[in-house]
C-alpha cells in the first residue's frame, strides 16, 4: 500500500527545467514502406491470406495494418499540425 505520495525534489527532474534531446528525424524508413507494399501485392496475389473463418483478419493486418498504423504513428506529428492549421 502506498502511504505517502511521490514527489520531485530534485530540479532536474522537473519538466519545466528539463531539456529535451533534438528528435531524429522522422522519416519513413524504408523497409516500413517495402513491408505495406509487399503485404498489399500478397494480400492482392494470394486471395488466401485475407483470412477466413480459421485465421480471422490476423494475417491481413500483420501484412498491411501493422505498417501503415506505424506510418501513421511516424508521421502524427504532422497530422496534428495540419489538423491545427485548419482549425484556424
Partial sequence: MLLAPFALTDSSLNPRTMRVPPSPSRAIPAWLVGWAV???LALICFPSLRGGAFAGATVPFW?????????AWITRARWMALGRRRDH
Fill in 38 to 40: 509487399a503485404g498489399a
Fill in 63 to 71: 501484412l498491411l495494418g501493422a505498417p501503415l498504423i506505424d506510418m
